[in-house]
């Protein structure tokens, strides 16, 4: 046989081995499915613990024996609980023994259950429920017993020196967490913005029991000095996974920085101050200011980390150095002044002012604004009451009348008679042969006739009937104002102003409370009729 053929019969001799074991794991499954057990059971240490089994439906299956076999995660197996209906219950030498035993007296094939009392650590493993039948053999169904013991679960920070030389630095323990005496195994995980790895180691611990340590790795710098770093620990028997925060400790020497110099200091300054501000871990111990030349200028105070110089002058004009110190190291940092001289700010006074006067003027226009409205409203207002008739200005109506109240005055009652209401007082007449243009002391002369018996000999004048006593105070006031301007115009002769007094019959309503608002006065101190006539 050639060693060819030798190699084809040995592949298949494998794959004919390989079918008939995938085959009996096969049948053996669709067999361990009747006898049905719990996947797996939880316990606490003393407690006591039930393992369930039964055979579901044997149908011409003959069952003749039911035993229970321990399984430890490490060592071989026991038996640790048989029944036969023959011969009953047995309970093989086994560690649990005294502590295992049937959860019904007498048992029975249908329902082999058991109970673990005082249950230990150590009783963790698999429980086997294996039948014996006819004429399909043995079945079986596993059970796992975890055993639980709550973790004592702590976190600390732990407190490192920065590293100087990032090349070729090694990364340190900067946190540490860890998870004891659990079962089984917790689970540690880190939370944290830094960069950085996480190690993790399991320990053995008493009574089958198991401690998780982990490690937050880091090549600490300043920066990461007082950062925030969590750890997180899980474990079966917590709702909710427990949370440890922490902050970094990096320990570093100082870093200095001074500030508060603006490039602007000039000769005559007051009050200009350079603060140093220094971070370090530890805290610093001393904080010293000096200057290069070694002399501190008359006109500099110093008060803890601020230099204040209260009027800068020449001897400003030096390099300022601020010196800090710790237990590991000295930080330090200088700002060289530049002294200049004072800058001329431009003066806004003339900007003050022009808003000012522009300020002024604008009220003036407003006030004289408000002067014209007001005015003018007034002057509106006595116009209005002057012209509610506008036929009344009709010059001949104005000075001689025609209307009603003339026949109430005599002249529509008759040459002799007094009139309707025998009134006395002086009519004017009007020759029609002159124009009012022309107006003249010869074309036109008011002469006032009298009825009732008084002829042109005895003409009546204004003070006459002033003196009658028919007129009240106010009307005889008004009177005598119009028999000065008659004297006026007397004076003044020709092209003088004419007062044309009103007829007789418009006297009614003077006297009726007309005349009152009849006069206005002037800016010159005199005072006209706003209703008399003037050519």
Known sequence: MSREDARNR??????????????????????????????????????????????????????????????????????????????????????????????TEPPSLSNPSIQISDVKMTDEGKYICEYATYPSGNEQGVTSLVMLAKPRNSASGVTVIASTVAAGAKPVAVARCESADGRPAAQIAWVTAVNGNATSATTAGADNTVTVSSQYMLVPTAAD?????????????????????????????????????DNNWYM????????????ANPIPTTITWKTMTGQMPDTVQVKENVLTVLKV?????????????????????????????????????????????????????VAALIAVLVTRSRRQQHGYRGNQNPSSYDIKSRIFGGGKKGSKNGTGAGAGGNGADGNNSPIYVYKEGSAHDGLTDKANHHVPLHLGGHGEGGVATAQDILLSGELDEAERRKFDQLEDDEESYDHFGRGGPILQLRPPHDQDRIMGGYLDDDMESQRDGSVISRTAVYV
């Not at 237990?327 to 808003?355: C, F, H, I, W, Y």
Request: with cysteine; glycine share 8%; aromatic share 8%.
């Open 10 to 103: 040995h592949d298949f001799t494998n794959i004919i081995g390989l079918f008939s074991v995938v085959t009996l794991l096969t049948f053996q499954g669709a067999l361990s499915q009747r006898v049905k057990v719990e996947p797996e059971v939880m316990s606490y240490p003393s407690q006591a613990v039930n393992l369930r089994c039964a055979f579901t439906d044997p149908g011409g299956i003959q069952l003749t024996q039911v035993s229970w076999i321990y399984e430890p995660k490490e060592g071989e197996r026991l038996n640790i609980a048989v029944y036969h209906p023959t011969f009953g219950a047995s309970y093989p030498t086994s560690p649990l023994k005294g502590r295992v035993r049937f959860t």
């Open 225 to 261: 000095n007082g950062k925030d770093i969590s750890c997180l620990v899980s474990h079966r028997t917590q709702g909710k996974p427990e949370s440890f925060l922490m902050k970094l400790a990096i320990e570093y020497p100082p870093q200095v920085t001074i500030v508060g110099y």
């Open 268 to 279: 005559g300054r007051t009050n200009v101050a350079l603060t140093c501000q220094a971070t």
């Open 313 to 365: 002058d020449e001897q400003a004009n030096t390099t300022f150095v601020c010196e800090v110190k710790n237990r590991l190291g000295t930080g330090k940092d200088q700002v060289t002044v530049m002294v200049r001289e004072p800058s001329v700010v431009p003066s806004n006074a003339g900007v003050v002012a022009g808003a000012v006067i522009g300020s002024l003027l604008a009220l003036l226009l």
